[in-house]
């Protein structure tokens, strides 16, 4: 069963000591047996995602186990429609964005434009979802779409709201690393079906193990686990036949 | 191995979790190997401490492999007394627990320190909520001042997990469980370096947080065997007293 990790990153921690490099992130996939991962470069998030994007590119180029994922951000204005245009172009269909890194509202004209121009572009997107209530303002704005939306960080906290969201659009998805609860999978996937899901981990910050576990343990027969560690992502993402 | 797990909890959850009578979480021990956990009442947590432990006492009764934390709360200074002498003279409640956040005060205040010394008479283990620097700074030096009482350190400080964990190597009195939503990497490797494995016990926060999460990270840490008896069993055994485990 090929597991598809849809969110990790790599590069610099600034506000702890900690090794998040590229080869950091590799050895936690290896370590978790996880064949592939979704990632981006910190680079871009906190200081030009110009740069980020590249690096993230050429990153994913020396080593095929990982999918670039591009980021933007929509507080810049110069060149943020011109960057999606130029990773979808290269072949990046996955986008990430990091509001509160950065410090922008989700109901943000630059970033609901930016939204639209991916969805034009045939991509997925990748949302912070941590807190009750963004789920719901997410789904105001982008629920009639046709754009994947995927929910991150959804825990015990908002998973009630994140349910109810995910399950009235039919573009939104659900990442897992906090996912905690002892039925929580298990209650997602009756609420939503196992399709809506997606495997994260959060590596290399986070352990892979405990995000795996919640999977394995959950009462899903092991076709549906195999579509929530992989096959969903891969889907979405369009990634070759060894995920299928 | 047969697990200890000395963080869990007995009650209802404002969060989309289906209630567990005392066999559910039987049933959830068992699917997670865990032979005993020592529980605190969320009811008594957020809400009424005596009616809480009373329903935690009711229910773990028929129970050997469920043991009680007795919930005290530092704004109730004379009952927080009289509930450690209702339940504390057997084997089936084994500690006492105090959740600074949900009881407005911190664990360096003024109510708290005359409870733990209350506590520290009884000569039962504490497990104290702990996240972040400021509470684990006040919750280090409020355990200095009773060095007689074994003190957790719940959820190893949060994100002040080094700091949590370096200072339960330094202090004999002070110990840590790591259950949170934030399974950072090398957290349990690392804390057992900082702490020594005589001082890291096996928390989960169940079933507010399912105990294959939490195994998730304590499996995926770098333990040799020896250790790793030491962290899911051994030391809580000790450290509680703990008989028929």
């Known amino acids: 069963m090929a597991i598809v990790d849809s969110l990790t990153f790599f590069g610099v921690s600034t506000r702890k000591r900690a090794d998040w490099s590229v080869e950091a992130l590799l050895a936690a996939l290896e370590r978790a047996s996880i064949h592939r991962a979704l990632t981006c470069s910190l680079k871009g998030v906190f200081y030009d995602f110009r740069e980020g994007n590249d690096e993230t590119l050429a990153v994913c180029s020396a080593h095929p186990q990982l999918v670039p994922v591009a980021t933007v951000d929509p507080r810049r204005a110069f060149g943020c429609i011109e960057e999606v245009e130029r990773m979808a172009g290269a072949g990046c269909r996955a986008f990430r964005f990091f509001p509160r890194e950065q410090g922008w509202p989700y109901d943000f004209l630059p970033f609901v434009r930016l939204v639209e121009r991916i969805e034009g572009a045939g991509g997925i997107i990748f949302l912070p979802c941590a807190e009750n209530g963004t789920a719901t303002q997410l789904f105001r704005l982008f629920g009639t779409l046709r754009v994947p939306i995927v929910l991150c960080g959804v825990s015990y906290w908002n998973l009630s709201e994140a349910l109810a969201c995910v399950g009235e659009a039919r573009n939104f998805y659900l990442e897992t690393h906090l996912i905690n609860t002892p039925d929580g999978i298990d209650l997602a996937v009756r609420r939503v079906g196992e399709r809506r899901l997606l495997l994260g981990t959060n590596a290399p910050e986070t352990a892979p193990g405990p995000a795996l576990a919640m999977i394995r343990a959950s009462r899903l027969g092991d076709y549906e686990k195999g579509l929530v560690l992989g096959r969903n992502v891969a889907r979405l993402l369009g990634l070759d036949d060894e995920n299928r | ?245």
């Open chain 2, 1 to 245: 191995m047969r697990i200890v797990d000395v963080h869990a909890h007995f009650g209802k959850w404002p969060f989309p979790i289906p209630v567990r009578n005392a066999e559910g979480l039987l049933r959830l021990m068992d699917e997670a190997e865990i032979e005993m956990c020592l529980l605190s009442s969320a009811l008594a947590i957020v809400y009424d401490m005596r009616e809480g432990n009373r329903a935690l006492a009711e229910a773990i009764a028929p129970h050997p492999r469920l043991r009680g934390y007795v919930t005290l709360n530092a704004n109730y200074l004379a009952e927080s007394c009289e509930e450690m002498d209702r339940y504390l003279d057997g084997e089936t409640f084994v500690g006492v627990k105090i959740h600074p956040s949900y009881q407005g005060r911190s664990a360096g205040s003024v109510e708290n320190l005359r409870l733990m010394e209350q506590a520290a008479q009884r000569g039962r283990p504490l497990l104290i909520h702990t996240m972040g620097e400021e509470a684990v700074a006040e919750t280090v030096e409020a355990a200095a001042r009773f060095p007689e009482m074994k003190v957790i350190l719940a959820h190893g400080g949060g994100v002040a997990w080094q700091a949590a964990a370096s200072k339960a190597g330094q202090a004999p009195n002070l110990y840590v469980e790591f259950c949170a939503s934030a399974c950072e990497y090398w957290k349990v490797t690392e804390g057992l370096r900082l702490a020594g494995a005589e001082k890291v016990l096996f928390g989960s926060d169940m079933d507010l947080i399912s105990p294959h999460f939490i195994r998730g990270m304590y499996d995926s840490s770098e333990m040799d065997e020896e250790t790793r008896r030491k962290v899911y069993r051994d030391n809580a055994i000790k450290l509680f007293g703990l008989t028929g485990v």
